[in-house]
């Protein structure tokens, strides 16, 4: 007569490399691949953050026109980056995140040191503080903008409308003392605190909440008569930007300015 069956302690289950006789622990984890489109436009982020960089680093060069058309440059990327995102379907939290600390750098960081640099040195401390209030504004601007992104209702208008200055724009409108100045005003003293204070005014218009034209309203369309004229006028706009850089974007920054309510 045969005793009691000795029962065997139970196996560990086997991993799916293990049942086929493969084993991939050598290899450890695999990591996931992810598309190249969903990578563009964080690219394109990543040259707009060496743009602004490069502007900072051209301005203590003292070659001060390159270090603006940097800094427009970085605008331009910006403009286009999350568009591109869009249009891959590639929005991420993740390009969110960095497209903002990218705009500190650019928008907040970038002009305020090329504008220091060029003019507002002349003034010292009143500056320097100037430009730091300008900087700071830009940051709070863009932690404003992140935490209303965020909520899930918000108000009709604010669909059509920034609340307050964007920072692109801010940068494009906080250079208009540089633009004057390559046009040949002199940046004496007088000049620089003249500056300061426009400084400090644009820095309050980006954390205002003047509701400002967002244009990326989906109603925001062109009627189909007035394509031709549009695209003529944006084609000469150009042209004047390439052929009289200066006092265009000078003309662009107070005619912005006009236009807020």
Do not use: H
């Not at 450890?28 to 953050?49: D, H, K, Q, S």
């Not at 002009?111 to 010292?124: C, H, N, S, T």
């Not at 964007?166 to 390559?182: C, E, I, K, Q, S």
């Amino acid at each position: 007569m045969e005793g009691p069956q000795q029962e065997n302690p139970a196996e560990p289950p086997k991993v799916a490399g293990e049942a086929n006789g493969s084993s991939d622990t050598g290899r450890g984890p695999r990591l996931r691949e992810i598309p190249l489109r969903l990578m563009i436009p964080n690219m394109i982020t990543v040259l707009a953050i060496c743009a602004g960089l490069s502007g900072i680093r051209l301005a203590f060069e003292n070659r001060i026109e390159l270090a603006v058309a940097m800094v427009l440059l970085a605008a331009f990327l910006d403009g286009i980056d999350g568009r591109v995102a869009r249009l891959l379907k590639a929005t991420s939290n993740f390009g969110g995140q960095m497209d903002s600390l990218a705009d500190i750098i650019n928008f907040g960081v970038a002009p305020a040191l090329v504008l220091y640099v060029f003019i507002l040195d002349q003034a010292r401390s009143i500056g320097w503080i100037a430009a730091l209030i300008y900087a700071i504004a830009c940051g709070l601007r863009l932690a404003r903008f992140n935490v209303m992104a965020e909520r899930q209702s918000k108000a009709a208008w604010q669909s059509e409308y920034f609340v307050g200055v964007p920072a692109p724009a801010g940068a494009m409108l906080v250079l208009l003392p540089v633009y004057l100045g390559l046009l040949g005003l002199a940046p004496e003293r007088t000049f620089a605190l003249i500056a300061s204070g426009y400084t400090v005014l644009i820095a309050f218009l980006l954390v205002s909440r003047l509701p400002v034209w967002s244009g990326k309203s989906e109603n925001s369309r062109v009627r189909r008569d007035l394509v031709l004229p549009v695209i003529l006028v944006v084609v000469f706009y150009v042209a004047t930007l390439m052929t009289y850089t200066w006092e265009t974007m000078a003309v662009t920054a107070l005619g912005y300015l006009i236009t807020l309510p």
